[in-house]
């Protein structure tokens, strides 16, 4: 299993900007896929981002245009830019390597003015 820590969550107004980090334990890093969720307040987890091992990425609707998954694994780590937030993106964040069924703790995330 993988041990994933998130960082990088905050306090942010509506058009900021804010950048996540999530640093993995293991040299196999390389080889998942990496992803990033959000769960808000009253509704279901969903996908916002993955991240292929060869650096396909995917996103929601939602954050087209807006969001960034990127991945550097020889620092073992899969970042989330998030940029131009609105409120609706206030959330919990969680990294998550999906097929070794690792998720890490959650990073909270609001865009409020």
């Known amino acids: 299993q993988v041990h994933l820590v998130e960082s990088g969550g905050g306090l942010v107004q509506p058009g900021g900007s804010l950048r996540l980090s999530c640093t993995a334990s293991?040299?196999?890093?390389?080889?998942?896929?990496m992803g990033w969720y959000r769960q808000a307040p009253g509704k279901q987890r969903e996908l916002v981002a993955i991240?292929?091992?060869?650096?396909?990425?995917n996103y929601a609707d939602s954050v087209k245009g807006r969001f960034t998954i990127s991945r550097d694994n020889a620092k073992n780590t899969v970042y989330l830019q998030m940029n131009n937030l609105k409120p609706e993106d206030t959330a919990v964040y969680y990294c998550?390597?999906?097929?070794?069924?690792?998720w890490g703790q959650g990073t909270q995330v609001t865009v409020s003015s």
């Open positions: 998550s390597a999906p097929d070794a069924g690792s």
């Open positions: 293991g040299s196999i890093f390389g080889i998942y896929v």
């Open positions: 991240i292929s091992s060869g650096r396909s990425t």
